[in-house]
């Protein structure tokens, strides 16, 4: 049986604390409970996903660079606040081949004006932001029709 093509789930800053931080703009699910629905969508999909959080703008990069070079279908990345201000992340985007799909749990354009600036925008396909944690099942059906 074939391997089902991989799709990476990143998640920057503050994201393990879903379900805990300001629930009334992030909502009420956990990150893991995010990633079990997501786990469930990708098998309807036939599509695999590996789904990671981090806090440190390194391990985003190094993890971006990790799919590119296992050849991964898609990337789906939640920056979090290093959407704002990662030049860096920006840069490690437009290097790889691996399509990178930007989502948003809240609606960055609704909020304050610092956060209307996205520097992971203007090098991502494309970006779904305002759904809450359905976003991450809505990027998921868009990187498996890639």
Known sequence: MATPPLIYVLNGPNLNLLGLREPEIY?????????????????????????????????????????????????LLNAGGFTHTSVALHDAIKAIQVP?????????????????????????????AGFGALGYELALDAAARL
Do not use: C, Y
Request: charged share 30%.
């Open 27 to 75: 909502g009420a699910d956990t990150l893991d409970d995010i990633g079990d629905r997501l786990e469930a969508h990708a098998k309807g999909l036939g599509v695999a996903i590996d789904m990671r959080q981090s806090n440190h703008e390194g391990h985003l990069i190094d993890w971006l660079h990790e799919a590119n070079r296992e050849g991964a279908k898609a990337v």
């Open 100 to 128: 990178v799909i930007e989502v948003h749990l809240s609606n960055p354009q609704a909020r304050d004006s610092f956060r209307r600036r996205s520097l992971v925008a203007s090098a991502a396909k494309g970006t779904i």
